[in-house]
């Protein structure tokens, strides 16, 4: 019988690894075409891998956990009856046509959240003396090639089509043709270290060591947990916002008595469509009635171009919690619901979310996000932007607190918001006007009904 060693193909959208998050079948087994191997984790989705060919599995090439590089070998097993071992694979280095594809389906399962992610695009023309791009095109040819030169493709300006990288490029490019560090500079290189201190480096001498980390002492009953998954995305994603946007938080009250005894009339007309309403529509729309009057919020950041994104739409991100982390569904095309076509969306996502079912068009592409406390509310936070978004809204717990109205102290409902931003993008007083008009919305419920368009 042939041996057939099936390598992670090219996904798509630019992905280059994928994290394997389930073996769906293990060595001895016999497989059939098509039948599902293996589900594996990319940052725009979970994909499942079903079998070429049909044959019996030898060799699992990694485990639950591991980061496997596109091209690189997954599963090794016996072809069945004879058949060739000529398989499909993934390409070789060529920019004349499309990559392979992975053999299956989009999972409708939890992927990682790509949080708030727009879909991969090309890379920009390079400018004159610099090109980076955290997510480099390239057939697993060019990617052995730039191992084998030390090149990190993702300085590597590409000429192929659809902004793939070639060979010749990362040829050409460890050959000094082109301008840019063959990898990442190290810590005792860069200019300037961990601590945000200038470092002074003597005319030709070595440049200085880092700082030394101090090690954790271990202890009786101490227990190390892999970060994988879902929480290897959130762990990524929130370090990648938190030391890309310059955050600043905004935190205001909102008397919400006048929306609690609007939504109390409002929640029987929803119940007797078999419709739950909670607040949360009326936060959806308080917040796009006021991105239309600030439009620079509804945006998302293309850095490497150094270009701002004004969204053409309103798709609204909305943080859900799971067993599995932190995920943000995206209520699309929020300015055009109704508030019950809103309510019965949101519950939708949620229930799906939780259930680790949600649809790969639901999550990505948001352009503002929503993230809620709820009971757990506390008394103010500092949400982090989802990146590449500029802004972020924290809807914590309604309290029973004192409120003035006129000359009287009177008892009432009161709900903070906690406003974080972008402060590369959005300045201090654009801000607090946003963070203005969204209140003056949800103190008065009824003026969101001038603004539905």
């Not at 999972?107 to 610099?130: C, F, V, Y």
């Not at 095109?137 to 730039?146: E, V």
């Not at 980390?213 to 938190?242: F, H, Q, W």
């Not at 053409?312 to 067993?323: L, R, S, V």
Request: charged share 25%.
């Amino acid at each position: 019988m042939a041996q057939y060693e099936f390598k992670l193909p090219d996904i798509g959208e630019g992905v280059t690894e994928g994290e394997i998050v389930n073996w769906l079948v293990k060595v001895g087994d016999t497989v059939a075409e098509d039948q599902e191997m293996v589900e594996v984790m990319t940052d725009k989705a979970t994909v499942t891998i079903g079998a070429p060919k049909a044959g019996t599995v030898t060799e699992l090439k990694g485990e639950v956990g591991d980061v496997i590089p596109v091209g690189d070998a997954l599963i090794v097993f016996e072809l069945a009856g004879g058949a060739s071992a000529d398989a499909p694979g993934p390409s070789e280095d060529s920019s004349d046509g499309p990559a392979a594809t992975a053999v299956g389906d989009i999972k409708e399962t939890l992927p990682g959240m790509g949080p708030g992610s727009r879909p991969a695009s090309p890379p920009p023309a390079p400018k004159s003396g610099s090109f980076f791009t955290d997510k480099p095109l390239a057939a697993p040819a060019t990617r052995k090639r730039a191992r084998e030169l030390d090149v990190d493709l993702r300085y590597v300006p590409p000429s192929g089509k659809g902004g793939r990288v070639t060979r010749e490029d990362v040829e050409k490019f460890a050959h000094g043709d082109a301008r840019g560090p063959k990898s990442p500079p190290s810590p005792a290189e860069a200019s300037i270290s961990a601590n945000d201190a200038v470092t002074i480096r003597p005319a030709g001498g070595p440049a200085p060591a880092a700082p030394p980390i101090a090690a954790l002492e271990p202890r009786a009953g101490d227990e190390r947990v892999a970060i994988r998954g879902l929480r290897k995305r959130i762990y990524d994603n929130m370090a990648r916002s938190k030391h890309t946007a310059a955050h600043f938080t905004f935190v205001d009250e909102c008397d919400s008595t006048s929306l609690r005894q609007f939504r109390a009339r409002a929640k029987k007309h929803a119940e007797a469509q078999g419709t739950k309403l909670t607040y949360l529509p009326f936060i959806v729309k308080a917040v796009v009635a006021a991105l239309k009057k600030h439009p620079a919020l509804n945006c998302t950041v293309d850095d490497v171009a150094g270009e701002m994104v004004l969204s053409g739409g309103y798709d609204i991100g909305i943080a859900a919690a799971t067993e599995s982390g932190l995920t943000v569904p995206v209520l699309r095309n929020a300015d055009r619901l109704t508030i019950l076509e809103m309510a019965r969306e949101l519950e939708r996502l949620g229930e799906s979310a939780r259930s680790g079912k949600l649809r790969r068009e639901d999550l990505g592409g948001s352009s503002f996000t929503i993230t809620s406390l709820g009971k757990q509310g506390g008394l103010f936070a500092t949400p982090i932007v989802n990146y590449p978004e500029v802004a972020i809204l924290g809807v914590h717990e309604m309290k029973r607190k004192p409120v003035v109205r006129g000359d009287k102290i009177e008892i009432g409902h009161v709900m903070l918001l906690s406003l974080s931003f972008d402060h590369r993008i959005i300045d201090g007083h654009i801000g607090a006007a946003f963070a203005a008009d969204i209140i003056a919305y949800l103190e008065e419920p009824e003026s969101l009904m001038l603004e539905m368009g």
